[in-house]
């Protein structure tokens, strides 16, 4: 993914996870807005569905659980049998976990936040590395948090995640930058979305993505 016009992304395969609703909904928009086609992955089916219907031939949904090892291959597979490879990649899906104080998360909350929201996005690493190698380089976009810069109180599944997304992007982005495949976090704060509409703050609603 680059910067640039409408077309900045023709003839580019970007997958995007979580791309149901929410940010990665927008995201989904945004990347066939400038020209590229589009995998809309997601575990919420009629919803990404729908996303991908509303993009039309830009688009097409696959149901993808983003902490199965086989759901990352078969996403992959089919953008090299149908899309000509993976060009770009936003790791966006997650989940908050709710605002509980450390104490009171339970160990299986704690393990589920993390197992969906870094370790799904080292899974979409490793498996569209090889890929986005064969086809000379690609970039990788991961969905961190404003709660992965700072310690943000009541989100410690969530924000151990987002810091470990941040510092996971680090890594692979000097590990990879040979193979000219880019590999950057961004850090939103504060935003209303479905996953976060239950956060809602005095006079209005919001949340951490």
């Not at 590229?36 to 097409?60: F, K, P, S, Y």
């Amino acid at each position: 993914m680059t910067g640039g016009g409408t077309d900045a992304l023709r003839g580019r395969t970007v997958v995007v996870t979580g791309g149901a609703r929410g940010l990665g909904a927008a995201t989904a928009r945004a990347a066939a807005a400038a020209g590229a086609r589009v995998l809309v992955t997601d575990v919420l089916e009629d919803e990404g569905r729908a996303v991908a219907g509303e993009l039309g031939d830009h688009a097409r949904f696959v149901r993808h659980d983003v902490t199965s090892e086989d759901d990352w291959r078969a996403v992959v597979d089919l953008a090299e049998r149908t899309c000509g490879g993976v060009h770009g990649l936003v790791n966006n899906a997650g989940i908050s976990g709710g605002s509980h104080a450390l104490e009171e998360q339970t160990a299986e909350a704690f393990r589920r936040v993390v197992d969906i929201d870094l370790t799904g996005v080292f899974l979409g690493l490793r498996t569209v590395v090889p890929a986005m190698r064969a086809g000379g380089g690609g970039s990788v976009v991961n969905v961190s948090s404003a709660a992965g810069l700072t310690g943000l109180a009541r989100t410690a599944g969530y924000g151990a995640a987002k810091w470990g997304v941040r510092g996971l992007t680090k890594i692979a982005a000097v590990e990879l930058a040979a193979d000219r495949i880019r590999v950057n976090s961004v850090h939103p704060g504060m935003i209303h979305t479905p996953m976060t509409a239950h956060l809602g703050i005095p006079g209005g609603d919001g949340g951490y993505p």
